[in-house]
């Protein structure tokens, strides 16, 4: 059951706290004239008002645990440009596990929402499954990529890159902990992100009443 209430204001203190945090990683870093550190921070601090901002312009009501995750996913991944990341044996583990569980919860909401918003479409729990592992995969992929074209393009213009690479074999561990975030969400959490995604299809089935 989705909470409310005093859950919702104790979320939304704690989302806050994740930006308070956030805006204090950012003055350190413009302090110690970190880019890496500057740029994380701010890219960190932007996501964490975009459930805000779906609630807010396209009236998604959201499941306040969700920005909780979200800010304190995206916290830690931005205190880890400070050293943790080189330091901390499992620190890049931990941050790839809860960014891909983050991916999953949006790629399992999201097909949940298409599968309960159209009555000519069946999707299978097992083929849900191993879609959103695949999904989740992907991305990570994606990400990976993205990693290595800006850390070359820093290099071509002679700046510092914001993100490091460790080689191939980081890499293809960086995608196992992307596997257990998604099997993590598929396996236990697919109750509390069958919730959202209804209402995700009650989005869907008021946007398609106000363009009928």
Same mark, same amino acid.
Do not use: K
């Given at each position: &059951?989705?909470?409310?209430?005093?859950?919702?204001?104790?979320?939304?203190?704690?989302?806050?706290? *994740?930006?308070?945090?956030?805006?204090?990683?950012?003055?350190?870093? &413009?302090?110690?004239r970190?880019?890496?550190?500057?740029?994380?921070?701010?890219?960190?601090?932007?996501?964490?008002f975009?459930?805000?901002?779906?609630?807010?312009?396209?009236?998604?009501e959201?499941?306040?645990?969700?920005?909780?995750?979200?800010?304190f996913?995206?916290?830690l991944?931005a205190?880890?440009?400070?050293?943790?990341?080189?330091?901390?044996?499992?620190?890049?583990?931990?941050?790839?596990?809860l960014?891909?569980?983050?991916?999953?919860?949006?790629?399992?909401?999201?097909?949940? *929402?298409?599968?309960?918003?159209?009555?000519?479409l069946?999707?299978?729990?097992p083929?849900?499954?191993?879609?959103?592992? *695949?999904?989740?995969?992907? &991305?990570?992929?994606?990400? %990976?990529?993205?990693?290595?074209?800006?850390? %070359?393009?820093?290099? *071509?213009?002679?700046?510092?890159?914001?993100?490091?690479?460790?080689?191939?074999?980081?890499?293809?561990?960086?995608?196992?902990?992307?596997?257990?975030?998604?099997?993590?969400?598929?396996?236990?959490?697919?109750?509390a992100?069958?919730?959202?995604? %209804? %209402?995700?299809?009650?989005?869907?089935?008021?946007?398609?009443?106000?363009?009928?």
């Open positions: &059951m989705r909470p409310h209430g005093a859950w919702r204001r104790n979320a939304t203190l704690l989302t806050r706290t *994740a930006q308070v945090g956030l805006v204090g990683v950012f003055v350190v870093g &413009m302090t110690i970190n880019v890496s550190v500057v740029l994380n921070a701010l890219l960190a601090l932007g996501v964490t975009l459930p805000a901002v779906l609630e807010r312009d396209l009236r998604i959201l499941d306040p645990r969700f920005s909780v995750y979200l800010g996913a995206v916290f991944h205190v880890g440009m400070f050293q943790f990341y080189d330091e901390v044996w499992w620190w890049d583990h931990l941050t790839h596990t960014s891909a569980s983050i991916v999953a919860v949006v790629g399992y909401a999201t097909v949940w *929402a298409i599968d309960s918003h159209s009555d000519r069946y999707l299978p729990r083929f849900v499954m191993v879609f959103v592992l *695949a999904f989740t995969l992907a &991305m990570g992929v994606f990400w %990976e990529v993205l990693e290595f074209v800006g850390r %070359e393009l820093a290099i *071509a213009l002679d700046l510092d890159p914001v993100l490091v690479l460790y080689g191939l074999d980081d890499t293809m561990l960086d995608l196992v902990f992307n596997l257990a975030g998604a099997l993590v969400v598929t396996l236990f959490g697919t109750d992100v069958r919730e959202q995604g %209804e %209402e995700l299809a009650a989005w869907l089935d008021r946007r398609r009443r106000e363009t009928s």
